[in-house]
């Protein structure tokens, strides 16, 4: 149990944490690593206090709140787009309502970890919170798609903090051995948010407004931010006096030391270079022409400013860089970053466009879209709690695990490419083809398989000191893969119907479409059919990216494969053989 009065129990703690990751004897430099980028010093952790009891369950469920709060705002709104551009009569912008709210969430997740090292981890969690509750609501009171897409990018803002911190805070209220099962449950948030999400998104969109989508983030934010607040343990010195006036304890934490700790160049530079590729991709052939200045100009700047980012973190102007370069010394900590880039490519856009195809191709309701996808979201969580129980209770190495996820990822994907690409039937009873259900299964188990489980291989690999950047540099490259695949799927299916549409259809009608799906109805039923198998060609080509990018995941997982493989309860003699 944490002890009340042992500061060193603090999870806000600045110091490194206990019982989170192999501890160290002293802070290791770049050197000081081995092939597999783990330090000398690692080893076995002790068991030692950890949260218990009701106090416990509260603040877990409080986290759980928030975080699920944030993770369905990237699948609720899947299915309420059509019903959101169609009000707000912005369908060509429609992705940028999801990009926006992704590209802020991604691109503030490693610094989220840095600053919760500087500031406290409860102070970020906090404001991360707050900054999600308030730009939820004025998502909700937008008048125009403009506003809609800036408030989401303050949205996913804080969104990230929430997320960031929830990663980094989970492996202190565990032992390690337990960690894997603690994680699996901690992540049925992100599998009955993406259940939950299409099908409330549909629910609402059809029997309701979509403002609801975001308004309802209020009462159950301010829940959360409560219990948070009330029960997650503060930073050590500031709770010496847990009665202090809140703008006493803001001012604790921003000082002049505490500033100079904060690496702001390598922030900008990060957050530059994720803006700028994400801007890029998703404007190229739609707003702008690929060889346009603009596009050209960004795409330059974000590989730019990537490089710089890399180059300043290793210069010695910086006190305590954003992302430390002995992260990617040695082998497994570089691979566990490709693997996770290259599984969050897939799973993100599958999981938007599918409810989108679906309404495109053969007409369904948001609703029923959402139904449509139950097969993927039901057999995601099965898989990772599988993954959970086998990595905890039966010590069975996580490699193992993601490499077989990895391969149902792939099937799952690929087989996605055999989906017709023509409404069997009529305009009016077109139906999706049965295996798609299937398929949407096997993608489920795979995805469910890999993504929290990377997570779990991470504590057994970064030393104490690291982990929380290393869980936050991890969620940042998934996200950012699926932020990328967006613009990219978009790009290709965007580019297919413009240059298909205007052969069919007059030059009001095609306007009209690519403002409101829904103006496809309005068509006669053999032109609706010639449109509507225009569009399926269109998702078929983003399927067969996404089967080439599953394919390079699954050559990245094999990187992570070593002899003998880390469990989560490695005798001190297997830790040492490693360093």
Known sequence: ??????????????????????????????????????????????????????????????????????????????????????????????????????????????????????????????????????????????????????????????????????????????????????????????????????????????????????????????????????????????????????????????????????????????????????????????RYPWSSPTVISTLVLSFVTGALFFIWERSKWVKEPVFSPRLLKGRLMPAMLASSFFIGFPFTAIVVNIPQSLQAVYGYSPQKAGIALLPLLLLSPVATAVSGYLTSSRNIPPVYVILVGSVFQLIGVGLTCLLPTLPIKGADDAHVPASQYGFEAIMGIGFGSTLSTILTLAPLVVDSTDLPVMMGALTQVRVLGGTISLAVCSTLLNNHVESRLPSLLDPSRVTEISESLSAIQNLPSEEQIAVRSIYAEGYNKQNILLTAFSGIAFISCLLLWERPPRRPTSTPAEVASKS
């Open 1 to 286: 149990m944490l002890s009340k009065g042992d500061p060193s129990n603090r999870l806000d703690s600045k110091a490194p944490l206990q019982n989170s990751a192999p501890t160290v004897t002293s802070s290791p430099s770049i050197h000081e690593h081995n092939l597999d980028g783990v330090s000398p010093g690692c080893e076995q952790p002790r068991e030692g206090p950890f949260m218990s009891g009701w106090r416990k369950h509260v603040l877990t469920f409080g986290m759980w709140i928030a975080l699920f709060l944030s993770t369905l705002e990237t699948t609720i709104v899947s299915t309420s787009l059509v019903s959101i551009t169609n009000t707000l009569n912005g369908f060509n912008l429609r992705d940028w309502v999801v990009t926006a709210y992704l590209i802020t969430y991604t691109g503030f997740l490693v610094i989220y970890a840095k600053l919760g090292d500087v500031f406290g981890r409860k102070t970020m969690y906090l404001l991360g919170l707050g900054i999600f509750i308030i730009f939820s609501c004025l998502c909700g009171a937008s008048t125009n798609i403009v506003e809609l897409i800036i408030f989401r990018a303050f949205q996913g803002m804080g969104a990230s903090g929430i997320y960031c911190m929830t990663i980094v805070i989970a492996p202190t209220l565990v032992p390690k051995a337990e960690f894997g099962r603690y994680i699996a449950i901690v992540s049925t948030v992100f599998a009955l948010a993406s259940i939950l999400g299409p099908l409330l998104g549909g629910v609402v969109s059809a029997n309701g407004s979509w403002r609801w989508v975001f308004f309802l983030n209020g009462p159950a934010g301010g829940l959360a931010f409560f219990l948070l607040a009330w029960l997650l343990p503060g930073s050590d010195k500031n709770n010496q006096n847990p009665q202090q006036p809140l703008l006493a304890l803001l001012r604790s934490k921003v000082t002049s030391s505490n500033l100079s700790r904060v690496d702001f160049a390598g922030a900008v530079l990060l957050l530059a270079s994720s803006m700028l590729l994400v801007f890029s991709l998703e404007s190229g052939g739609t």
